[in-house]
Antibody, heavy 122, light 107 residues
Framework: QVQLQESGPGLVKPSGTLSLTCALS?????????WSWVRQAPGKGLEWIGE???????NYNPSLKSRVIISVDGSRNQFSLKLTSVTAADTAVYYC???????????????WGQGTTVTVSS | ELVMTQSPATLSVSPGERVTLSCRAS??????LAWYQQKPGQAPRLLIY???TRATGIPARFSGSGSGTEFTLTITSLQSEDFVVYYC?????????FGQGTKLEIQ
């Protein structure tokens, strides 16, 4: 079955760039699905960051759009998140997830990575 | 941005009871509404999509209803593992947005 696994530094300095990768196994990133990043600040709710299609098309949350780049690497079956100019407010658990499109429509985010904690601190 | 409002923030109920969680959208999202369950320290788990379709492997005690701006998640015969946090999410408009969550507590 499809599995997702996030990886990347757990500590990023203020004003630096947060970089995470999500590796897909058990399936192909070149499918009809969209691939999302979602984050959750400590003790808070879920915030959608953005998504990418295997072709490279993206949709971003306007609240983060000026600082976010999501990219895809089909040859490695993975997609990535870059968030620039980070502050303590970007400290969160970052999840990658699949927004699944079936033959009968969009199913929702049905596969999630386990999440990776990123702390912004000097 | 489309705002999703869940109520109540916390709900105290007893095991075995039935509970209904509410989610309201600031504008119509048609049926593009999903419900997720999140246990402590874990990623969210998809329960319901399309407002009323159970995801693969989800027990029949979970059901969803609604369309437009008003949605509900009903859980019958609450079990101990159900006392966690539930989020609704709309995926009709970008940016996709989540409600703030409803936490089920054991009464």
């Amino acid at each position: 079955q499809v599995q997702l696994q996030e990886s990347g530094p757990g500590l990023v300095k203020p004003s630096g760039t947060l970089s995470l990768t999500c590796a897909l196994s058990g399936g192909s990133i070149s499918s009809s699905d969209w691939w999302s990043w979602v984050r959750q600040a400590p003790g808070k709710g879920l915030e959608w960051i953005g998504e990418i299609f295997y072709s490279g098309s993206t949709n971003y949350n306007p609240s983060l759009k000026s600082r976010v780049i999501i990219s895809v690497d089909g040859s490695r079956n993975q997609f990535s998140l870059k968030l620039t100019s980070v502050t303590a407010a970007d400290t969160a658990v970052y999840y990658c997830a699949r927004m699944h499109n079936s033959d009968w429509g969009t199913v929702g985010m049905d596969v999630w990575g386990q999440g990776t904690t990123v702390t912004v601190s000097s | 941005e489309l705002v999703m409002t869940q109520s109540p923030a916390t709900l105290s109920v007893s095991p075995g009871e039935r509970v209904t969680l509410s989610c309201r959208a600031s504008q119509s999202v048609s049926s593009y509404l999903a419900w997720y369950q999140q246990k402590p320290g874990q990623a969210p788990r998809l329960l319901i999509y399309g407002a009323s379709t159970r995801a693969t492997g989800i027990p029949a005690r979970f059901s969803g209803s609604g369309s437009g701006t008003e949605f509900t998640l009903t859980i019958t015969s609450l079990q101990s593992e159900d006392f966690v946090v539930y989020y609704c999410q709309q995926y009709n408009n970008w940016p996709y947005t989540f409600g703030q969550g409803t936490k089920l507590e054991i009464q």
